[in-house]
């Protein structure tokens, strides 16, 4: 049974860094991806990063191109977003994602095959 479990969510003040991390249990980061997602009241849940664990490929949305990083830790089987130069817009709960077989992709958060964690709220003022 795959678990994932964000952290590293809170409030900080525009210019700020956090560090989220989505920890994952039941299976290996080694076929596969992870996403995170990101989503505020009242509109559609939005990408934000996605990474591939077998080549460690990485992508970022264009709106966080150059402050947000997306990371893997196989050893403890670890997916991190770090977010630096915060904005207000950044804003959400945000949420990791993951396809744990080969073959698929982690860019659209409609698709119905992800194992979901339950979030965590990033505030950003």
């Known amino acids: 049974h795959v678990q994932l479990v964000e952290s590293g969510g809170g409030s900080v003040q525009a210019g700020g860094s956090l560090r989220l991390s989505c920890v994952i249990s039941?299976?290996?980061?080694?076929?596969?991806?992870m996403g995170w997602f990101r989503q505020v009241p009242g509109k559609e849940r939005e990408g934000v990063a996605r990474l591939y664990f077998r080549w460690g490929n990485t992508a970022v949305a264009d709106f966080v191109e150059g402050r947000f990083t997306i990371s893997q830790d196989n050893a403890k089987n670890t997916v991190y977003l770090q977010m630096n130069r915060l904005k207000p817009e950044d804003t959400a709960m945000y949420f990791c994602?993951?396809?744990?077989?080969?073959?698929?992709?982690?860019?659209?958060?409609?698709?119905?095959?992800?194992?979901w964690g339950r979030g965590t709220q990033v505030t950003v003022s």
């Open positions: 039941g299976n290996t980061l080694s076929h596969g991806c």
């Open positions: 994602a993951a396809k744990l077989r080969s073959g698929g992709t982690c860019d659209n958060p409609n698709d119905d095959d992800y194992a």
